[in-house]
């Protein structure tokens, strides 16, 4: 039971130009939000979470944007930049799993220079 | 470096032989957390402590898995028996206590292959 979907496996991006990054979640229990940046053979680093109270957080280049009536979370990244290419996980978790976090499958996001 | 450390990074072993991982934590954060992640695949719970003491199992943690956490600083994680299906890499993750967001740290990550 995939409860947080990221249905684009990769996109490919020019350098300086926006991605975007998608994910649907189908628990409408989940109160908090986080995107994850995944190199290879690496384990994923944190990158920017979202509060369910919110509806947008930034940081930098990076900002997350919540739409809870639609279950749909993206993340912006502009500009983008060669070394922002890697795999970007979604993930969700909410006060009554305790605490597990649903993981998407990542999308695999190429910044060409 | 005062973030989350795993090891050994990378394990081969032979079908049927026991392996075990280590996680240190990062030092102030109380919870700590295992996950399994396969190609293609976001990283998938097995199981959580909060301090010394084991909370959430997944059904994922067959009978051959045990965790421990025994003085609620770092933690193993045991494979008995491995199969090729434990072929995987096997993360690390720790935390505050919930207040702060919750947000998990992972590690490097232990790379399994099963020959």
């Known amino acids: 039971d995939q409860q947080v979907k990221q249905n684009s496996p990769s996109l490919s991006v020019q350098e300086g130009r926006i991605s975007i990054l998608n994910c649907d979640y189908t628990n409408s229990m989940f109160d908090y939000f986080l995107w994850y940046k995944k190199y290879p053979a690496e384990g994923p680093t944190f990158l920017i979470s979202?509060?369910?109270?919110?509806d947008k957080n930034e940081d930098g280049r990076f900002t997350v944007f919540l739409n809870k009536s639609a279950k749909h979370l993206s993340l912006h990244i502009v500009p983008s930049q060669p070394g922002d290419s890697a795999v970007y996980f979604c993930?969700?978790?909410?006060?009554?799993?305790?605490?597990?976090?649903?993981f998407g499958t990542g999308t695999s996001l190429t910044v060409i220079p | 470096d005062t973030g989350v450390s795993q090891n050994p990074r990378h394990k081969i072993t032979k079908r049927g032989q026991n392996v075990t991982f280590r996680c240190d934590p990062i030092?102030?954060?109380?919870?700590l957390y295992w996950y399994r992640q396969t190609l293609g695949q976001g990283p998938e719970f097995l199981t959580y402590f909060q301090n010394e003491a084991q909370l959430e199992k997944s059904r994922l943690l067959s009978d051959r898995f045990s965790a421990e956490r025994p003085k609620g600083s770092f933690s193993t994680l045991e494979i008995q028996r491995t199969e090729q299906g434990d072929s995987a890499m096997y993360l690390c993750a720790s935390s505050r206590e919930r207040g702060s967001g919750n947000t998990i740290y992972f590690g490097e990550g232990s790379w399994l292959t099963v020959v």
């Open positions: 979202i509060s369910s109270i919110k």
């Open positions: 030092s102030e954060h109380n919870r």
């Open positions: 993930a969700a978790s909410h006060l009554n799993t305790g605490n597990q976090f649903y």
